[in-house]
């Protein structure tokens, strides 16, 4: 007979009666703290002498007051901020410190310590021992500290090359100054600003800035340093993020790395918790607080696609700053600023190692100029040199190629030419209002150059006409090729497929072919060319019909090349003397592009071609 168990028990019970009582002893503890107030009142208690010891604790501060004879003792409790001048501030006003070390990992693995056995084994009894990233192995090695900083020494002039940004920041930073003056005049108050960018751009570098220029104090936190946190934890550290600067405004909230704990949610079985609630208790914070009082929230992410779209919406992240890669003039800038601190033999020498540097952000180039600094050193030298700074580009590049491809001269004299190409059919067909730049800066693994049209929103309706205008525009970039190179090359496969996904749709999807007539082919999918990716387009049809249906789209792709030809043949010279300009400064702007085409000399002017050229 088997032994009976009684009615109650399920294998479950165990943890979970070991979770609650851990929970509980957590809550005791917490409760027999008495109230918290702010770090301010504490460091203004500290300076006034008013502080008689503390007891510090990773996350929080605890202390007793001074009193006279035979009062009763009077306690604090204080969520603790980073703080690297609090230590010499309570030694100089004689308060006995105790307990934990400061940033001694041991006392936060001690408090968890408990707990955390607990966790790891009701974790193993759900998962069976899973090791999947994220899961209990890496439980407890949660770090995301407030950092509060006040007198901020960063100011715009250490940011270079990014004046869009600093311009559209501008805004803010006149909000922080002066936030009754916006109150009264009634001007629309930002809210929460994404910075947006690659790596190294200088995102965080120019959040400082802000705070600097604005003498605000600058509360940040890192998103990267809450994944790997209890379940609880990271969404009271955002509450207690926001608590605190709301009691020091006017100031800025600063989230780096937003997309480590932005991640859009995931359904499925087992989401992740913890991130979750982290993200769900940033969102109220955000809804939560009135920007009039003087708050701004900055984040900065280099993966917005990611970002979950609630964060994005009207009222939470909704205004977003382009961080881009610098050009060349840009990097000559960013080189002067990193140069202050750098003794070169000759200044002039920077013009030249911003046109050495394609394709590097700002971390890059200091980089450069201080692996050069120390070869000098190395060579006792006291200047830097020409050989100094081109050594230093040299093994940068090495590094760089890792992350994306360093072309060549032919290769970057093909990429502009083509790129032109696009972007002179896009001003003819469209207007220079219509196209925002061009740029042969590389741009990650595949993309070698890029052209940037407006507007960017995305479109539900498209009339043939539009279709067979954003065909001509992506064959702009082949035809370029063929008529300076007399050759095409491998750049182009993208434009192809675009162009043909487009052309395919018109013709089975939309019944835009005369010859096929007003019929649809495909099986009610959602317009395929919008989404990125081949279209999926293929319902029931005969082979003749699918003959037919290729027949079409080679057609209409021959006709549109044709009509490029015909374009952009009668303005070679045009894209060849725009190819040249863009050679030299990386990046065109579309009313730099259109001063151009206006020069004489330029050959035919851009008006509109017949519209009816299919
Ligand atoms: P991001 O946050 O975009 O990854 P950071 O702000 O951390 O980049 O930049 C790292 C460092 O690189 C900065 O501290 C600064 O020294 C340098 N840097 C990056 N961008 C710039 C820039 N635009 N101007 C001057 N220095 C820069
Ligand atoms: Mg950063
Ligand atoms: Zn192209």
């Avoid at 696609?305 to 960013?334: M, S, T, W």
């Avoid at 387009?537 to 209409?556: C, K, Q």
Wanted: aromatic content about 6%; overall charge neutral; hydrophobic content about 45%.
């Amino acid at each position: 007979m088997k032994k009976e168990q009684p009615s109650w028990w399920r294998p479950w019970v165990l943890p979970v009666l070991l979770v609650l009582g851990a929970i509980a002893v957590q809550e005791l503890m917490r409760a027999q703290q008495p109230a918290p107030f702010s770090y301010s009142e504490f460091r203004e208690a500290v300076a006034q002498g008013k502080v008689e010891s503390v007891l510090l604790f990773p996350t929080r501060i605890d202390g007793h007051y001074k009193v006279g004879p035979g009062e009763n003792p009077r306690t604090f409790s204080v969520v603790r901020v980073e703080d690297p001048a609090l230590l010499e501030e309570l030694t100089r006003h004689g308060v006995k410190v105790s307990g934990v070390v400061p940033d001694s990992p041991w006392m936060s693995i001690g408090m968890w310590l408990l707990p955390l056995g607990l966790l790891i084994f009701v974790n193993l009894a759900r998962r069976g021992g899973s090791t999947e990233p994220g899961g209990y192995l890496a439980v407890g090695r949660s770090k995301a500290r407030i950092y509060a900083e006040k007198d901020i020494p960063v100011r715009f002039s250490d940011v270079a090359g990014v004046d869009e940004a600093k311009e559209e920041l501008s805004e803010v930073i006149s909000f922080l100054q002066t936030p009754e003056k916006f109150r009264k005049l009634g001007g629309k108050i930002p809210k929460g600003v994404l910075l947006v960018g690659p790596p190294g751009t200088g995102k965080t570098l120019l959040a400082r800035a802000v705070a600097g220029e604005a003498k605000v104090p600058f509360f940040s936190i890192s998103g990267s340093e809450f994944v790997e946190m209890f379940v609880g934890v990271g969404a009271a550290r955002v509450r207690d993020l926001f608590q605190q600067a709301q009691a020091q405004a006017p100031c800025i909230i600063f989230i780096d790395e937003l997309d480590a704990l932005g991640r859009a949610r995931q359904a499925g079985p087992m989401p992740h918790e913890e991130r979750e609630q982290t993200l769900n208790q940033l969102l109220v914070e955000l809804d939560g607080f009135d920007p009039r009082i003087g708050v701004i929230l900055m984040a900065a992410t280099n993966r917005p696609e990611i970002l979950d779209p609630a964060l994005l919406r009207a009222g939470r992240f909704d205004r977003h700053v382009l961080v881009d890669r610098p050009d060349r003039g840009g990097r000559l800038a960013i080189l002067k600023v990193h140069a202050r601190s750098v003794p070169l033999e000759d200044p002039a020498d920077l013009e030249a190692l911003a046109g050495m540097t394609v394709g590097m952000v700002g971390a890059d180039l200091a980089n450069v100029l201080n692996e050069a600094a120390l070869l000098a050193v190395r060579r006792n030298k006291d200047k830097v040199g020409r050989a100094e700074l081109e050594e230093a580009v040299e093994r940068a590049v090495a590094g760089l190629e890792k992350r994306h491809r360093v072309l060549n001269r032919l290769e970057r004299e093909r990429v502009a030419h083509h790129e032109l190409g696009h972007a002179l059919v896009g001003l003819a067909l469209s207007g220079a209002e219509s196209l925002r730049k061009v740029s042969i800066i590389p741009r990650g693994i595949a993309a070698l150059g890029y052209t940037i049209q407006v507007p960017t929103e995305d479109r539900f309706l498209m009339t043939r006409q539009e279709l067979m205008d954003r065909i001509a525009m992506l064959l702009g970039g082949r035809v370029a090729e063929e008529l300076v190179f007399h050759e095409v090359s491998t750049g182009a496969q993208d434009d192809l497929l675009k162009a043909t996904d487009i052309a395919r749709s018109m013709v089975a999807s939309y019944g835009m072919s005369e010859s096929l007539g007003p019929v649809t082919f495909d099986d009610g999918k959602a317009s395929p060319f919008l989404e990125t990716g081949p279209s999926r387009v293929r319902g029931n049809y005969s082979e003749a019909i699918a003959r037919r249906i290729d027949d079409e789209v080679r057609h209409l792709l021959e006709a549109q090349h044709a009509r490029v030809r015909e374009l952009l043949g009668a303005r070679e010279a045009v894209l060849r003397k725009a190819a040249a300009r863009l050679l030299e400064k990386e990046t065109l702007s579309g009313e730099e592009l259109a001063a151009l085409v206006a020069e004489p000399g330029s050959g035919k002017p851009l008006e509109p071609p017949a519209r009816d050229a299919a």
